[in-house]
């Protein structure tokens, strides 16, 4: 088994990890420096966060509306840590560097595996491999950013979007996920000629947790079977 959390955890790590050459590209293509794109990636390390200060960058609206966005979508992460800290039992300053690659792809490793030995390798594998890939793409897509000019001349300002539309579709499994997407797109696009940029999304967010909660309460209970009560 080990073996194969091994294989598994760093062939996730190589996929994701790639994947930080399009956020290098759009953040220097979006007016940051090669300096802050590494920065970000090296200190924020979250992918939709980083996409999504980008996003609010580019569209022309201010930092600390792009900070507040990137903020509320890694705040994810804090429920992320409460579920892998009995498991992982790290203590110490071992918590506190174990913390910078509580993500996506290493909690779902770690979490799906049943042997404790193996939910500590995948946890490491994966969010170690992800961190040293994604910093590294990150380098080679600023350079390259810096080399593009204007963005819309290579459709990159419409990448943004469909980062997002790439992370979201694999998670919309059940009705009640695709209505809280639905609702939080609709309020976000129908709030873009209302408001400044960012803060849609930040609102969109805000009507989707809704939704969420109300959802999550209107489904029915389950017997131990695992039918319908």
Not at 61 to 80: D, E, I, M
Not at 153 to 170: C, H, I, N, R
Request: hydrophobic letters at 55%; aromatic letters at 8%.
């Amino acid at each position: 088994m080990t073996r194969k959390v091994v294989a598994d955890s760093l062939g996730v790590g190589l996929a994701t990890g790639a994947y930080g050459v399009s956020f290098g590209a759009l953040a220097t293509t979006s007016g940051l420096s090669v300096l802050q794109a590494c920065a970000l990636s090296l200190l924020v390390f979250t992918g939709a966060s980083q996409f999504a200060f980008v996003g609010v960058i580019a569209a022309g609206g201010a930092p600390l509306t792009g900070a507040l966005t990137a903020v509320a979508l890694g705040s994810r992460n804090l429920f992320y840590g409460v579920a892998l800290a009995p498991r992982l039992g790290l203590r110490g300053w071992r918590r506190l560097v174990g913390a910078q690659v509580v993500i996506d792809e290493s909690t779902a490793m770690s979490l799906g595996q049943s042997e404790e030995r193996d939910v500590r390798l995948a946890f490491h594998l994966t969010g170690w491999s992800v961190f040293v890939l994604w910093n590294l793409m990150t380098l080679l897509g600023a350079l390259a950013g810096t080399a593009i000019g204007d963005p819309k001349t290579f459709g990159l300002d419409a990448a943004v979007g469909g980062a997002f539309f790439a992370l979201l579709w694999p998670r919309l499994t059940a009705w009640p996920q695709r209505v809280v997407a639905v609702v939080g797109a609709a309020v976000a696009m129908g709030l873009v000629p209302l408001t400044a940029a960012g803060l849609p999304i930040i609102l969109g967010g805000a009507a989707a947790v809704l939704v969420g909660l109300l959802a999550t309460r209107s489904v029915p209970p389950r017997t131990e079977t695992g039918e319908d009560a």
